[in-house]
C-alpha cells in the first residue's frame, strides 16, 4: 500500500474476548507483507482505547464479547475514530447480529473459522474501498497525525416546502434512516425547524443538548468532539442535532451562526438531512445556499403548485443550478384530478420522486416514535423513501447499496404515547 508516497502496511487491530482466538488471528496474517497486527484488545472499552491510540486502519471485531459487545463497539469506534474500518467476525448463526453490525456502521464480516487468505483479501478489500472513499471526499488524514480526523465534506439534504405541513419532518426522519441504512455512512438528521422542531418526539429521542449548544461557535470550535457531545443517537446509527427546547430561542440564530453550523456538520459527516420550517429570512438563504440538494416536498394541488413555481423562481433567481432542486410529490396518489406530466410542464421541472399517502401507517409510526422505514421497510410509502434516498447517494455509496442486500435493521422500541410527550418535555 502506497500511503503519503511511502509503502506502508495496512495497520490492523484485533478485537476478541479469547486470547487464542486473537492470537490465531495474528498468526494467519504474519506472513502477509502488506498487513500488519498492531495490537489486540480482549473488551470493547479497550478496542475504544487502543484504536484512539494506535489509529489503525482497520479492526476486526468479535461480535460477541461481555460486557460491551462487538455493536456498542462498533457504533463507538465509527463516531470516535472515524478513520478505522470495522470487519465484524462472528460464528455462523449470528445473521441477525451481523445486520445490526453492518448498520452500526460495519464495512464487512467474517464467518468463524476463516482462512488466511480469506482474513487476508477481506482486509485489503475493506481498506482499498475506504481508500477511494477517502480520496473521493478529498481528505487523507495522515495515519501518524493522532487527535486528527479526515475532512469530510458531507452532502447537504435539505427539506423544504413553501406550505406547512405537507411532510418534510416525518419524510426528513425516514430518508435520514434509509441514507444509513442503504450506505453505513455517518448521517446526521438537524433540525433546523428552530421554533417548532419535532424532530426529538417523531425519534422517540430526548437530550439536555440541542442546537442552541451551538450557538456563538466558530467552525473551529465545533470539533467532532463538540458535536458528538451535543448529537443525540438514535438506534439506527443516525446522530440527531435536537431544535431548541423553546421556540424564543430561534430569535437567536444568525446566518453567520447557521454557516457555522453547516459547515461543522458536514466536516465531520457523510450526508446531512435538514429540517427546516416555511420562511426565506436570510437564515434559511444561508441553508439553501449550503444544500447540495433541496428536497422540494409538495402535494398535488393548485395553492401548493403556485407556491412551488414561486419557490423554483428564487432558485432562479438565486443562480442555483436546476437539478439542486429535487422535487418529490407527497401524497401523490391522491392527485385528485391534477395531471402529474401537466405539473412538470408547467413548472419546468421534473417530478423525481413520488411517495404513496399512506395515512394509518405514517400516524401510527409519528406516534410511536418508530419511523416506518424501520416498522414496515417493505410498506410502499418505505420503498418510496428508500428509492428517494437512492437517488440521493453519491453514485460510489449507491453502486455499494445496489451490491448488498439491505440489512434488516434492529426496530427501536416504540414510545409510551402521551407520556412519551411529558416526558420530552420533562428534558427541557
Ligand atoms: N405520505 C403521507 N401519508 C400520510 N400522511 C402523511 C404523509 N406525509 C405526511 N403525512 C402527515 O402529514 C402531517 C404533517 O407532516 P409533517 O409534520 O412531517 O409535515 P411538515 O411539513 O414537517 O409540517 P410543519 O409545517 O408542521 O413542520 C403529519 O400528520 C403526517 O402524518
Ligand atoms: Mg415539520
Redesign the pocket.
Known amino acids: 500500500m502506497v500511503r503519503d508516497g511511502v509503502a506502508q502496511k495496512i495497520r490492523v487491530l484485533v478485537v476478541d474476548d479469547f486470547t487464542e482466538a486473537r492470537t490465531s488471528v495474528a498468526k494467519l496474517l504474519q506472513f502477509e507483507p502488506d498487513i500488519e497486527v498492531v495490537g489486540g484488545a480482549e473488551d470493547g472499552p479497550t478496542a475504544l482505547r487502543l484504536a484512539r491510540e494506535l489509529r489503525p486502519d482497520i479492526i476486526l471485531m468479535d461480535i460477541n464479547m461481555p460486557g460491551m459487545d462487538g455493536i456498542r463497539a462498533t457504533e463507538a469506534v465509527v463516531s470516535e475514530v472515524p478513520l478505522a474500518q470495522v470487519i465484524m467476525m462472528s460464528v455462523q448463526g449470528e445473521t441477525d447480529y451481523l445486520r445490526r453490525a453492518m448498520l452500526a456502521g460495519a464495512r464487512d464480516f467474517l464467518v468463524k473459522p476463516f482462512g488466511a487468505d480469506e482474513l487476508a483479501n477481506t482486509i485489503r478489500r475493506v481498506y482499498e474501498l475506504d481508500a477511494e472513499r477517502r480520496a473521493r471526499l478529498g481528505a487523507v488524514a495522515p495515519a501518524s497525525a493522532p487527535g486528527s480526523v479526515a475532512t469530510r465534506q458531507g452532502r447537504i439534504v435539505v ?1 423544504f ?1 413553501p ?11 425516514n430518508l435520514a434512516i434509509a441514507l444509513r441504512v442503504l450506505s453505513g455512512a455517518r448521517v446526521a438528521l438537524a433540525d433546523c ?1 428552530l421554533q ?1 422542531g ?1 424532530i426529538g418526539i ?1 425519534l422517540n429521542l430526548t437530550g439536555n443538548k440541542t442546537i442552541q449548544d451551538m450557538l456563538h461557535r466558530e467552525p473551529d470550535e465545533l470539533t467532532p468532539e463538540v458535536l458528538d457531545s451535543i448529537l443525540v443517537s438514535h438506534s439506527s446509527g443516525v446522530r440527531v442535532l435536537l431544535a431548541p427546547a423553546r421556540p424564543e430561542v430561534a430569535e437567536l440564530f444568525t446566518a453567520e451562526h447557521m454557516r457555522a453550523i453547516l459547515t461543522a456538520l458536514r466536516r465531520d459527516f457523510d450526508y446531512i438531512v435538514i ?1 427546516t ?2 420562511t426565506f429570512q436570510d437564515l434559511m438563504l444561508t441553508i439553501f445556499d449550503h444544500a447540495d440538494r433541496i428536497l422540494l ?1 409538495t402535494t398535488l394541488d393548485i395553492p401548493a403548485v403556485k407556491n412551488i413555481r414561486m419557490f423554483l423562481d428564487v432558485c432562479d433567481a438565486l443562480g442555483y443550478p436546476p437539478d439542486k432542486v429535487v422535487l418529490a410529490l ?2 401523490a396518489d391522491s392527485t385528485g384530478g391534477i395531471d402529474i406530466a401537466d405539473i412538470e410542464e408547467s413548472l419546468r421541472h421534473r417530478v423525481a420522486a413520488r ?5 394509518p ?3 401510527a ?2 406516534n410511536s416514535g418508530v419511523p416506518f422505514v424501520l416498522s414496515q421497510p417493505d410498506a410502499q ?1 418505505s420503498r418510496n423513501v428508500f428509492a428517494l434516498a437512492k437517488q440521493l447517494l453519491s453514485p460510489e455509496d449507491l453502486a455499494r447499496a445496489e451490491s448488498v442486500e439491505r440489512p434488516a435493521v434492529a426496530t427501536p422500541r416504540a414510545g409510551f404515547g402521551l407520556r412519551r410527550l411529558f416526558r420530552h418535555r420533562g428534558a427541557e
Not at 411517495?355 to 395515512?359: D, E, T
Open positions: 427539506m416546502s406550505k406547512g405541513g405537507v411532510g418534510r419532518s416525518v419524510i426528513g426522519v425547524n417548532f419535532d417523531m429540517d420550517w416555511t416536498l407527497n401524497r411517495l404513496v399517502s399512506a395515512g401507517l405514517v400516524t409510526s409519528i410509502i
